[in-house]
C-alpha cells in the first residue's frame, strides 16, 4: 500500500484514549521539587493554578486515560489528521528512504496544540474556573487556547513573547478572534514583567518570562487558572494522539517506522508523535527515536541535566530537565516555539537513559529544508517544523549514501501560513545563524539553583 499518497482514518478511529507511559518506565522519573521547601512537591502544591483532573494526570499510574466525550466531540471536527507519504520529496532527494509524516496543521489554529489546549480547557471549565492564563512563543499555542477556551465558554489571556508579538501581528489577531486578550511579554501588566523591562526595557522577551507573567496572573486570581502548553507530563499525555494515530496508519500503508522524528521546543509534539513507539521500543523494536532543536537554544544537546525552575522569575516548581539555566534568553530566532531554556522531564529523563537521540541545526538549513518540502510536498511548514524536516532530509541523504532503504517518520507540527514573514526575510537574505551564545548560557548555568 505504501505507493499511495494519503492514509486517512475515519472518524470512529480516533483513539478513545491518551497513551501515559509513566508506569512503564524502567527507572523512575524524578519528582517536580517544591522552590521554597526544596521536598517534592504535593499534587495540593499545583492547587492554585491546575484543576485535579490534570494534577492526577500529571502523576497518574494508569497506563490508557479516556479521552472525554466532549473533548472527543471538538477532536472530530479536523481529527483523525492524515499522514502521507512524500513520494515527492523522495524523488527529489533521490533516496531508497520512504518517509511519512503526519500533518498536525490541519487543526483550526494551524498546528498539534489544540490537542492538548481543548483538553485543559475542559478540565478547567469542570473544575468551576471562569479564565485561563498562558504564555506563547510563536503563537500557535496561544491561538489553540484562545480556541479551546472560546469553545468552553471561558477568558483568555495570553502574554506573547515580544519577539513573536512584533514578527507575528496576524497570530495576534486570531487569539483576539477567538476572544482572548493579548500582551506583548514582558509587560507591564505583572510584577515579573516589570522587573525585566526595569532591567531590559527593550527585551526581546522569552518563553521564560512570559511563562512567569501567566504563572503570576493566575497565582492572584482565585476564578483563573495557567495553561502550560508543553514540558508538563499531562501535556505530552494528550499528545499522544498523534503517535496512536500514526500506528494506524502506518499499518493501513502496510510498514513500520525505523526512525520518528520532531522538533523540540519543550517536547510536546515530540513526545506526542514518540511516546506509543516508545511503548514498542521497550517491548524490543529497534526504532530510533530523534528530537531536533534549534543550534542557538540547544537545551537537549548542550544542556546540563539539572533541576531548575521553568521561568526566569523562579515561580513554578523545581523540573530535573535539560536545561540551558531560567534566566537564559535565546537570541531572536524565528522558530518562536523552540526558543525555551528547558525541556519536558519526562523527555529529559528518556534521552539522559538512552531512549532517544538529539540533534541540533542551524535556522538557515532548516529554512533551506522548509522550501524543498514546500517545493514537492506543497505545504509550507512552520519554522518550528522545519527542524524536524532538516534532519529527515539528512536521514534519507544517508540511506542514499548507504545504499538502505530506511523509513523515516516524522510529526510535521504546523503550517506556516502566518510565519510569512520569517520566510521573506529568508528568500531576501536577511535571516542568519546564531553563533552557539555560550557566554549568555555559561552566566545562566552559573545561577542554577542548588539542590
Ligand atoms: C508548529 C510548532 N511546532 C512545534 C512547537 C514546539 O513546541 P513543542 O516542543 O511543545 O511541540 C511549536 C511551539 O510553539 C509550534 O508552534
Known amino acids: 500500500m505504501s505507493h499511495l499518497s494519503k492514509f486517512v482514518l475515519p472518524d470512529a478511529e480516533i483513539p478513545n484514549y491518551w497513551a501515559n507511559v509513566l508506569p512503564s518506565l524502567k527507572e523512575p522519573l524524578e519528582m517536580p521539587i517544591h522552590p521554597g521547601t526544596k521536598q517534592p512537591l504535593s499534587p495540593a502544591d499545583l492547587a492554585p493554578i491546575f484543576p485535579m483532573s490534570l494534577i492526577e494526570q500529571e502523576f497518574s499510574p494508569e497506563p490508557e486515560i479516556d479521552i472525554p466525550g466532549p473533548v472527543m466531540d471538538i477532536y472530530r471536527l479536523w ?30 489554529a494551524g498546528s498539534h496544540k489544540p490537542n492538548t489546549s481543548v483538553a485543559q480547557a475542559y478540565y478547567n471549565k469542570e473544575a468551576g474556573i471562569r479564565r485561563l492564563a498562558t504564555e506563547t512563543g510563536a503563537g500557535q499555542w496561544g491561538s489553540a487556547l484562545a480556541l479551546a477556551c472560546q469553545l468552553f465558554g471561558l477568558e483568555c489571556t495570553v502574554y506573547m513573547v515580544r519577539i513573536s508579538y512584533d514578527q507575528k501581528p496576524y497570530r495576534r489577531m486570531m487569539m483576539n478572534a477567538w476572544g482572548a486578550e493579548v500582551f506583548a511579554s514582558p509587560s507591564d501588566h505583572t510584577d515579573s514583567g516589570r522587573a525585566v523591562l526595569a532591567q531590559h526595557p527593550d527585551s526581546p522577551g522569552s518563553l521564560g518570562i512570559a511563562i512567569s507573567e501567566a504563572v503570576e496572573d493566575a497565582a492572584k486570581h482565585s476564578d483563573t487558572n495557567y495553561a502550560l502548553g508543553s514540558v508538563l507530563n499531562h ?96 537570541p531572536g530566532i524565528h522558530a518562536g516555539g523552540l526558543r525555551y531554556h528547558g525541556a519536558s522531564p519526562l523527555a529529559s529523563h528518556l534521552l539522559k537513559h538512552g531512549w532517544l537521540e538529539a540533534r541540533s541545526y542551524g535556522q538557515l538549513g532548516c529554512f533551506e529544508a522548509a522550501l524543498q518540502f514546500a517545493r514537492t510536498e506543497a505545504i ?3 519554522p518550528e517544523s522545519s527542524h524536524a524536516i532538516r534532519a529527515v532530509i539528512d536521514e534519507a541523504l544517508a540511506a542514499r549514501e548507504e545504499g538502505k532503504q530506511r523509513n523515516i517518520l516524522f510529526c510535521l507540527s504546523g503550517h506556516g501560513h502566518f510565519d510569512l514573514g520569517s520566510y521573506d526575510a529568508y528568500l531576501n537574505g536577511k535571516l542568519q545563524d546564531y553563533e552557539y551564545p555560550a557566554e549568555a548560557i555559561a552566566a545562566s548555568m552559573a545561577a542554577l539553583p542548588k539542590v
Open 79 to 108: 481529527r483523525p489528521t492524515p499522514l502521507y507519504r512524500a513520494h515527492r520529496l523522495e524523488a527529489a532527494l533521490q533516496t531508497p528512504a520512504h518517509i511519512y509524516y503526519k500533518y498536525e496543521g490541519t487543526s483550526p
Open 235 to 330: 501535556v505530552l499525555l494528550h499528545q499522544t494522539v498523534i503517535g496512536l494515530e500514526c500506528q494506524k496508519q502506518m499499518a493501513l500503508a502496510e510498514e513500520k517506522p525505523d526512525v520518528v522524528i520532531g522538533c523540540f521546543g519543550g517536547g510536546s509534539n515530540f513526545g506526542g508523535i514518540v511516546l506509543p513507539y516508545f511503548l514498542q521500543k521497550l517491548k524490543g523494536d529497534p526504532v530510533r527515536l530523534l528530537a531536533v532543536e534549534p543550534s542557538a537554544c540547544p537545551t537537549l544537546t548542550k544542556g546540563v541535566f539539572a533541576y531548575d525552575f521553568g521561568d526566569i522569575a523562579k515561580l513554578t516548581p523545581l523540573l530535573k530537565m535539560y536545561t540551558l539555566g531560567h534566566d537564559f534568553v535565546p
Open 380 to 382: 509550507l511548514p512552520a
